[in-house]
């Protein structure tokens, strides 16, 4: 993608807002530097597909900080910024999995222990997994369905970046991104969304 940064000088009149996101854009592109060239956007929308499955090597830090950073600048009415990003950690994964096993189990109590565990350990395999919720707030003129919109563009956006940077990308949802508890484990309440859980890797063939 060609961009162009325009970058304040000392003549430079520029709101602190405006002149903090241009500075801020700078990082992001640094950080954006990869052993290949960048692809053109449309190149990217055009070549993206699902992978069916991705392993190991997950993002490097600055690759992660960079498709983070894509989601955030998604658009959005009124500004609300509602996504919610959770890279799952070491901590957190387990626990997120295990959550999602056992809302499995709930919606159908006949499913045997290796079954849970086979649901839980789908969760476990990815090396790295982006949670893209949206917290849903009251706003007159900004309907909750606008502010779930806009955090699908947030991981459109991520899901972008990631192909972008060569990396293998699984945008899932499924029963378990509806249920509470699996909510909780990472920071939702009932009322909020689970818009995707964004599997990122190698590309295993």
């Known amino acids: 993608m060609h961009l162009s940064?325009?970058?304040?000088?000392?003549?430079?009149t520029l709101p602190v807002g405006r002149a903090n996101?241009?500075?801020l854009c700078g990082i992001l592109l640094d950080n954006h530097r990869a052993p290949k060239d960048p692809m053109e956007l449309l190149t990217a929308i055009d070549t993206r597909t699902?992978?069916?499955?991705?392993?190991?090597?997950?993002?490097?830090?600055?690759?992660?900080?960079?498709?983070?950073?894509?989601?955030r600048h998604a658009p959005d009415h009124g500004r609300m910024r509602p996504w919610h990003l959770v890279v799952l950690d070491v901590e957190s994964r387990p626990r997120f999995?295990?959550?999602?096993?056992?809302?499995?189990?709930?919606?159908n109590p006949a499913l045997n222990e290796e079954q849970?565990?086979?649901?839980?350990?789908?969760?476990?395999?990815?090396?790295?997994?982006?949670?893209v919720g949206c917290t849903v707030r009251e706003n007159p003129k900004v309907p909750e369905i606008e502010q779930v919109i806009a955090v699908g563009a947030a991981a459109q956006n991520l899901f972008l970046a990631a192909h972008d940077l060569g990396y293998g990308v699984m945008w899932k949802t499924g029963a378990a991104a509806y249920?509470?508890?699996?909510?909780?484990v990472v920071g939702l309440r009932e009322q909020d969304h689970i818009v995707a859980i964004i599997h990122v890797g190698a590309r295993v063939k």
């Open 5 to 12: 940064i325009i970058r304040p000088t000392s003549r430079t």
């Open 97 to 107: 999995a295990a959550a999602a096993a056992e809302a499995k189990r709930r919606r």
């Open 116 to 131: 849970v565990a086979a649901e839980r350990d789908k969760l476990l395999r990815s090396p790295t997994i982006v949670v």
């Open 50 to 71: 699902s992978a069916g499955r991705v392993g190991a090597p997950g993002p490097t830090p600055e690759h992660l900080e960079r498709m983070l950073g894509a989601a």
């Open 179 to 184: 249920d509470r508890d699996v909510k909780a």
């Open 21 to 23: 996101h241009i500075r």
